[in-house]
Nanobody
């Protein structure tokens, strides 16, 4: 049974950092692509970052240079390190596998 469990969200001031985790079970994420999405209130869900099975990464323009996606194959977990957070990063963040399987999401709120 596939399960994705996100954690690490919270309230942070502008300029701060958070690291999100997505623990996967039911499949081996090292051999597949994994993606982080986010959805802000009243907006469509958008792709934030992706890591391929080969380790290549790509990012939304809005987060390039601030966010880093990575994975720990031993822990079967993918991470999203978010630095220099801005108000507009406020959203619920989800990890995704195959465009089909979603976690429950973790809320990130950036506010002073």
């Amino acid at each position: 049974q596939v399960q994705l469990v996100e954690s690490g969200g919270g309230l942070v001031q502008p300029g701060g950092s958070l690291r999100l985790s997505c623990a996967a079970s039911g499949f081996i994420l090292s051999v597949t692509d994994m993606t982080w999405y986010r959805q802000a209130p009243g907006k469509e869900r958008e792709l934030v970052a992706r890591i391929t099975s080969g380790g290549s990464t790509n990012y939304a323009d809005s987060v390039k240079g601030r966010f880093t996606i990575s994975r720990d194959n031993r822990k079967n977990t993918v991470y999203l390190q978010m630095n220099n957070l801005k108000d507009e990063d406020t959203a619920k963040y989800y990890c995704n596998w195959l465009g089909t399987f979603w976690g429950q999401g973790t809320q990130v709120t950036v506010s002073s």
